[in-house]
């Protein structure tokens, strides 16, 4: 950690106070009949018209908050509390999510990455990582916890104010830390922060997704209590500002997509995702839908609501158009004529068709579809990528029917991406030659190990997410005993190995903390499905475009 330097922190607070908070969408920003509760104006009460954005009122949302209630968001599932019943389980990942705990001056601000004693290295699995620590704070909200999360909120916030230079370079401003380190001198007694914003990650890459985790787990914190006075403050304000600043900057891009390095995001090794990777692509849109509702609407506010309604409508079109892949639109391409020139042209990007890999058509079921890892010019990559296509659905970047059908291909190529240890983080896996040239030959991403098609179980909750916001609850159940026949036997490893996840990760951590509180996250969003609230977003059907491309799901 050369280099960093270490500040003294000061003590940042914020006095909180339980009030009402209402779903949104883009066409009116809960311009809503008051309850009859009294509060202050807040966030989610304005709408688009007082910005003098033309944008076609909806229906009201039905879900609503008080402090007492925990999401408000209801599901077909809902009936699951009822029959549920606690797994043995669950007693021993609450221990095991306690142990991870980091304090700050006696407080705790977050967990580490894995609590493995068994393993040699220690690396950076101590720290507390922002993607990482994600699971653990909805567990935590989800228990009524809300201390802990509102602490990693703020001292994640405290860092992004650091100057973050990397080899004389300075980064952005609004860059999030990847991770954070808390330094304890038992003789001074005195406790430090160290922050890694990608000048000790290998690879050297500033993480992009860390910046959007945070602006939706503000949001989840929101919903969870009812407390809209943290995210009004001017700390957390200017901190989304900085954030969007970063990622809504005008340049040469002819995309509305956010063009990113490889390793910037879960999968941090080079594994071909750079350009417009999915997951990028799906947590940016939900990071813009989340911060929407909360920006202030003062002077720099106002610029930046509407920059978000604009680039949310360009991205979900793109998104929705182009990164689509069913049964038709494989078709379609197939059957693409190249160098096409004009507005007039079908193949936009220029795709060559014998680029297509061949087990695409082996795999595309007919019914079901996806969205794809990337599209840029003469490139398509064709791969799954669990991730980016869950939040699609959470976030509704993905049309209602479009969510139907990647829960479609779940089902249909159960073998493929859940196996015997939920869920392939990408597939296929790449092999031989192309792994060569693709990873670098890294030996940690060997075939189906690792970034490279192995089995995470962390991605559990985000699975049970969508499965609960699509109606499939049974999908989610399976996949949990799936989980639970093994993760606690085998340690709580951090991933699985094999085509189809038989074998635990051959450099996985153990007790790692992302597997144990995205099982708990899983777990409790099954039970009561309300909790789904905190992190899914309604669709805002002002975004619904004219959609030129097949968007069909069935043969």
């Not at 949104?24 to 003098?52: A, V």
């Not at 968001?73 to 389980?89: I, L």
């Not at 507005?343 to 087990?359: G, L, Q, R």
Request: with cysteine.
């Amino acid at each position: 950690m050369d280099g960093i330097r270490e500040p003294g922190l000061r003590k940042v607070e914020s006095h909180c106070s339980m009030a009402e908070a209402d779903d949104f969408d883009l066409s009116r920003l809960l311009d809503k009949p008051k309850l009859n509760i009294e509060r202050q104006r807040s966030f989610d009460e304005r709408s688009l018209s007082e910005l003098s954005i033309n944008v076609r009122a909806l229906d009201n949302y039905e879900s609503t908050y008080s402090p007492g209630f925990r999401s408000g968001f209801d599901t077909p599932a809902s009936s699951a509390r009822n029959s549920f019943e606690p797994h043995p389980m669950v007693a021993e990942a609450w221990e095991a999510l306690r142990r991870s705990l980091v304090y700050f001056r006696g407080q705790p601000v977050g967990t580490i990455a894995a609590y493995d004693h068994a393993s040699e290295e220690v690396l950076n699995y101590d720290q507390v990582f922002v993607r990482d620590f994600v699971p653990s704070a909805l567990a935590f909200l989800m228990n009524g916890e809300h201390d802990i999360v509102k602490n990693f909120l703020l001292k994640t916030l405290h860092l992004q104010g650091w100057e973050k230079k990397i080899d004389r370079f300075k980064l952005g401003e609004g860059v999030m830390p990847a991770s954070f380190k808390v330094l304890h001198d038992p003789v001074r007694k005195t406790d430090t922060l160290i922050a890694d914003f990608g000048e000790s990650a290998i690879g050297r890459v500033a993480p992009v997704d860390s910046g959007f985790w945070w602006i939706i787990l503000l949001r989840a914190y929101t919903k969870s209590t009812g407390d809209l006075s943290l995210a009004e403050t001017p700390d957390c304000q200017k901190g989304m500002r900085l954030i969007l600043a970063l990622c809504l900057s005008e340049g040469f891009d002819t995309f509305p997509t956010l063009l990113c390095a490889d390793g910037c995001s879960m999968i941090d090794r080079r594994m071909g995702i750079y350009g417009y990777p999915i997951e990028i692509q799906a947590l940016f849109f939900m990071a813009l839908r989340s911060a929407l509702p909360m920006l202030k609407h003062d002077a720099e506010g106002k610029e930046f609501v509407e920059r978000i309604v604009k680039r949310l409508h360009a991205l979900s079109y793109h998104m929705r158009s182009y990164f689509w892949l069913d049964f038709q639109q494989l078709n379609d391409i197939y059957r693409y004529k190249t160098e096409e020139y004009s507005h007039t042209a079908v193949n936009k990007f220029n795709v060559i068709p014998d680029s297509i890999p061949d087990w695409v058509f082996e795999f595309m079921p007919c019914r079901g579809g996806y969205f794809i890892g990337n599209v840029s010019p003469a490139r398509m990559d064709f791969r799954w990528f669990a991730l980016g296509n869950c939040v699609a659905i959470l976030s509704s970047l993905a049309t209602p029917e479009q969510s139907v059908a990647i829960m479609e291909l779940i089902e249909e190529r159960w073998q493929e991406l859940v196996g015997e240890m939920p869920l392939k983080v990408a597939y296929p896996a790449i092999e031989s030659h192309e792994w060569r040239i693709i990873t670098g030959c890294d030996p940690k991403n060997t075939r189906w190990s690792y970034h490279n098609g192995g089995s995470w179980p962390v991605l559990l909750w985000l699975l049970t997410a969508a499965c609960i916001k699509t109606g499939r609850p049974q999908i989610a159940r399976r996949a949990i005993e799936l989980a639970e026949s093994r993760l606690l036997k085998d340690g709580w490893p951090e991933y699985y190995d094999g085509k189809f996840g038989r074998y635990v990760g051959k450099q996985a951590r153990k007790f790692q903390t992302w597997s144990i509180s995205g099982y708990l996250v899983a777990k409790m969003m099954l039970e009561d499905p309300s909790h789904l609230g905190m992190i899914s977003l309604e669709e805002d059907k002002a975004m619904k475009p004219l959609m030129k491309r097949s968007t069909s799901w069935t043969c």
